[in-house]
């Protein structure tokens, strides 16, 4: 405790400030209440086609591959088909989502599809995003007792689900979202923000794929969704 | 780690004659500069961006108490612990604490500056526990016994040669014929390599680039993935963070964030963003069981207040540097502590004393790049200036020096002498240059023209040439 008050004393001071000076606390009060937009870019401020058509775009920009499918029944399929396209083994590991267990995963009969956390063998991870932004191609997705955190960053190779129709223009927006699914000021153990794949630059500035998360992401779009 | 700033004169000479140093540094010239300028002129909000992102820290610094107070509120009500640490020992204390109580013996760490700077690796192995680096280029210079060269890119002084030569030297375990004479090789290695780490660790520990005071969150901006490993496996997870991180809220953060990478690395976003908010929940399936803030304090409060408040806006992108003719000179280690180029000529002396690192903000040219990118609108410049005015108020320079400034303080104060003097001295200098321009070599002047050329003045001096003008402009009216 002695730190505390030895470091809040020493801000006071060198603010020249009081801690009870209501004016300074309903300043923050009000801030933290309010929670100011500030400036937002212009570039995702469109109807639902463009936005969608952005994220998909800026996504491809960041070396993320994207397939758009038409509505949820088709999932499976598409992810059945990632898997052949890179000679990757059919099996992948998901958490216990009820938008991912509603999915005809039987439809995909060679697939073999485990539940739980990621561990180090798993080559594919499946989640579904909480939501999307298409200003920078960005994903959001968030812990939980049926989205381990673990499956973003351990497979090599990560898919990604996310609904058409949670595709935002800006992260402001997402962040409204999340006050209301966790009530204000609360929040998840993690809020993951997903733009590309994995990368490094740091052996001779040369940015390489695939560092210590997922060298591939793959994002499934569900237009009806 | 030792500080070698005050031999800053030494250090330097020894980096502009160090040729893999100098080949490493044409990186810095080329990568990092063209690559924010695509970025931010993709951008047509960038600039009233960093307008948004100053007003946000400035708002944040003068009502830091509060904000302070608020977040710690959440961090606790989240299940997180907050440890108030006002020096760099109480710091290292806090975080043995933990560590033993978790009977940690492997700690893994995400990269974090401020972890430098209360040199916690040092600390950790004198007491037994083994800190392991997971961000490739700090794991790199882990294995060379090294420090970060740039707060951004920790290995950015090294060629991938010698990264090749400590990966051979260390992992003596892997076959010796295999071939690493390419980066994606090097970092297919350090990738296997790590991934027993992380499930070895029984403590992870990352910085922060911001704490959130509406949420209690800590939120670190990562490229490679692995702060996010080193925070989601182990059971215990201790995030280190100096306390001017405080935004008011997720919005803020936004904010920051769109001028963050870009001004660092040219991309619109960093690949991982992540909000870490307490322990896990009781449902969670994964995620640490404890989750513990070290706030710092050492010396930061003191900056509050005076004409270096402005330095903490600072949010640790490194286009100072990237964008600085010094830094591209002699890179990161000449600098001598954590933090190099202009931001560190600035932070530097404010926490570890002018006296020590008083040749860093002497270390400009005051070409003033390092302003013009920074994306919080930090006065570097300024600031170095307020450092020299105390190194000279306080008589911590040499004797040499200060006499000289004296001696031509005077003679700038008899502008006729001045002018008479230095009407012979220039066309002279300029006579003695030569068709060429510049001085391979001057006497007195060695210090200089062992390394680059010092380019000889005009022919008139720039009074001469002005009123040589104003006649001429006279003469054109009549």
């Not at chain 1, 800026?58 to 088909?81: L, N, Q, W």
């Not at chain 2, 990738?191 to 509406?214: H, Q, S």
């Amino acid at each position: 405790m002695s730190g505390r008050n030895a470091i809040l004393g020493k801000v006071r001071a060198s603010l020249g400030a009081a801690g009870d000076d209501g004016a300074r606390r309903k300043s923050v009060a009000g801030r933290l209440e309010a929670a100011p937009k500030g400036v937002i870019p212009a570039r995702g401020q469109l109807g639902r086609k463009e936005r969608i058509e952005l994220f998909c775009q800026m996504a491809g920009k960041v070396s993320a591959s994207v397939k758009r499918v038409k509505k949820d029944a088709d999932v499976p399929t598409a992810v059945v088909e990632y898997l052949r396209s890179r000679n990757l083994p059919a099996t992948v590991r998901m958490g216990a989502d009820e938008r991912l267990a509603a999915m005809p995963w039987e439809k995909a009969k060679s697939l073999e599809v485990t539940h739980g956390p990621a561990g180090p063998d798993d080559e594919v991870g499946v989640s579904h995003a909480y939501a999307g932004v298409a200003e920078t191609g960005t994903l959001a997705l968030h812990s939980g007792q049926d989205n381990p955190t673990t499956v973003n960053f351990l497979p090599e190779h990560h898919i990604v689900v996310v609904k058409a129709g949670d595709i935002a223009g800006d992260l402001e927006t997402v962040f409204d979202r999340v006050r209301q699914t966790f009530g204000k000021g609360q929040m998840p153990r993690t809020l993951n923000l997903v733009t590309g794949p994995s990368r490094s630059g740091d052996i001779e500035q040369k940015l390489l794929l695939g560092a210590h998360g997922p060298r591939a992401l793959h994002l499934i779009v569900v237009d009806d969704g | 780690m030792q500080i070698t700033s005050p031999s800053f004169k030494k250090n330097a000479r020894g980096a502009l004659s160090d040729v893999q140093l100098q080949k490493a540094l044409g990186n810095v010239r080329l990568g990092f500069i063209d690559k924010r300028i695509k970025a931010v002129d993709a951008l047509p909000e960038f600039d009233a961006l960093r307008d948004s992102a100053r007003d946000i820290k400035d708002h944040a610094l003068a009502h830091l108490d509060l904000y302070l107070e608020s977040y710690e509120e959440k961090v606790t009500a989240a299940g997180g612990k907050v440890h108030w640490a006002e020096t760099a020992e109480d710091a290292r204390k806090a975080i043995l604490e933990i560590c033993r109580a978790a009977g940690a013996r492997t700690v893994t760490k995400g990269k974090s500056m401020i972890t430098e700077e209360i040199g916690l690796n040092d600390f950790f192995v004198e007491n037994g526990i083994r800190p392991v680096e997971t961000d490739l280029g700090e794991y790199i210079i882990q294995l060379r016994g090294e420090h970060p060269s740039h707060i951004i890119a920790p290995a950015v002084h090294l060629n991938k040669e010698q990264v090749e030569e400590d990966f051979r030297r260390v992992h003596t375990h892997l076959p010796e014929g295999r071939d690493l004479t390419e980066p994606e090789t090097l970092l297919a290695e350090a990738r296997r390599v790590l991934r027993e780490e992380y499930f070895a660790a029984d403590v992870g520990i990352t910085g922060a680039n911001f704490l959130v005071a509406e949420t209690g969150t800590s939120v670190i901006v990562t490229n490679e993935g692995n702060g996010d490993l080193t925070q989601t496996l182990p059971k215990v997870h201790i995030v280190v963070a100096s306390i001017e991180k405080i935004v008011p809220t997720l919005d803020d953060v936004g904010q920051i964030l769109r001028v963050l990478a870009r001004s660092a690395t040219g991309q619109d976003m960093s690949v991982y963003t992540t909000f870490s908010t307490g322990p896990r929940r009781q449902d969670d399936p994964d995620g640490p069981e404890e989750y513990h803030v070290i706030l710092l304090d050492n010396g930061r409060s003191s900056m509050l207040g005076s004409e270096f408040q402005d330095m903490l806006r600072c949010i640790r992108c490194g286009a100072c540097m990237n964008h600085c003719p010094v830094y591209h000179a002699v890179g990161g280690h000449a600098y001598g502590w954590v933090y190099p180029g202009p931001m560190g000529a600035v932070l530097t002396p404010s926490l570890i004393g002018v006296d020590k690192s008083g040749h860093l903000p002497n270390a400009s040219t005051f070409c003033g790049r390092c302003e013009a990118v920074c994306p919080m609108h930090i006065p570097l410049p300024r600031m170095m200036r307020h450092w020299r005015e105390r190194e000279f108020s306080r008589r911590l320079n040499p004797a040499t020096q200060r006499y000289g400034l004296r001696a031509w303080a005077w003679f700038a104060r008899h502008p006729r002498l001045y002018q008479l003097v230095t009407s012979f001295a220039i066309p002279g200098l300029s006579l003695l240059a030569g068709r060429r321009g510049r001085f391979g070599y001057l006497p007195f002047a060695g210090g200089w023209t062992r390394h680059r050329d010092l380019p000889a003045p005009e022919s008139r001096t720039f009074m001469q040439q002005w009123r040589n003008r104003e006649t001429l402009k006279q003469g054109g009216r009549t």
